[in-house]
T-cell receptor, first 112, second 110 residues
Framework: GDSVTQKQGQVTLSEDDFLFINCTYS??????LLWYVQYPGQGPQLLLKVTTANNKGISRGFEATYDKGTTSFHLQKASVQESDSAVYFC???????????FGSGTRLLVSP | ETAVFQTPNYHVTQVGNEVSFNCKQTLGHDTMYWYKQDSKKLLKIMFS???????VNETVPRRFSPQSSDKAHLNLRIKSVEPEDSAVYLC?????????FGPGTRLTVL
């Protein structure tokens, strides 16, 4: 079945540091790849998406590039802020489908 | 306001009791979901409904039962709670791949 792997349970940075969160996936279909962000006390919300057609998603300074060769979809941001502290979930959904497969999440802590 | 609403925010109960959680979405979506999120933030899908029809029923204990009166409402009942049911229960709705989540109901079983 489809799966998503996030190996980093927690990432701790200082403001203005570069962010890199690792995500790899496994599927037999052409997926739409997603990053969700969950702030404290809230449900997850969609941060960005990438399809096989456009390869890169950009939103709010975050970006992720779909790499079919390495089946990866890493999340990056050039300069993090304290307000970016949250849990980030990598996910995939089969193109045309509705069931989202979530990774285990990576908690980002940014200190001022 | 268009969003996903959940009640209650918190619920504390004892082992063996019955609890019910409510979810309403005003986004006009056809599909709704229940997720369980544990203390490590792991998200696990439990049920999915499309236009009041159950379409996904993951392996969950039989004491959990969803109910949908119309496509805007999806409730969750737990007949006899166990300590391992302590978690945050998240409701979501969608029209395609993007799921919109409510703020969750935190259940604590003593």
């Amino acid at each position: 079945g489809d799966s998503v792997t996030q190996k980093q349970g927690q990432v701790t940075l200082s403001e203005d540091d570069f962010l890199f969160i690792n995500c790899t996936y496994s599927t037999t279909t052409y997926p739409t790849l997603l990053w969700y962000v969950q702030y404290p006390g809230q449900g997850p919300q969609l941060l960005l998406k990438v399809t096989t057609a456009n390869n890169k998603g950009i939103s709010r300074g975050f970006e992720a590039t779909y790499d079919k060769g390495t089946t990866s979809f890493h999340l990056q941001k050039a300069s993090v802020q304290e307000s970016d502290s949250a849990v980030y979930f990598c996910a995939l959904v089969r193109t045309g489908g509705y069931k989202v497969v979530f990774g285990s999440g990576t908690r980002l802590l940014v200190s001022p | 306001e268009t969003a996903v609403f959940q009640t209650p925010n918190y619920h504390v109960t004892q082992v063996g009791n019955e609890v019910s959680f409510n979810c309403k979405q005003t986004l006009g979506h056809d599909t709704m979901y229940w997720y369980k999120q544990d203390s490590k933030k792991l998200l696990k899908i439990m049920f999915s409904y499309n236009n009041k029809q159950l379409i996904v029923n993951e392996t969950v204990p039989r004491r959990f039962s969803p109910q949908s009166s119309d496509k805007a409402h999806l409730n969750l009942r737990i007949k006899s709670v166990e300590p391992e049911d302590s978690a945050v229960y998240l409701c979501a709705s969608s029209y395609s791949y993007e799921q919109y989540f409510g703020p969750g109901t935190r259940l604590t079983v003593l």
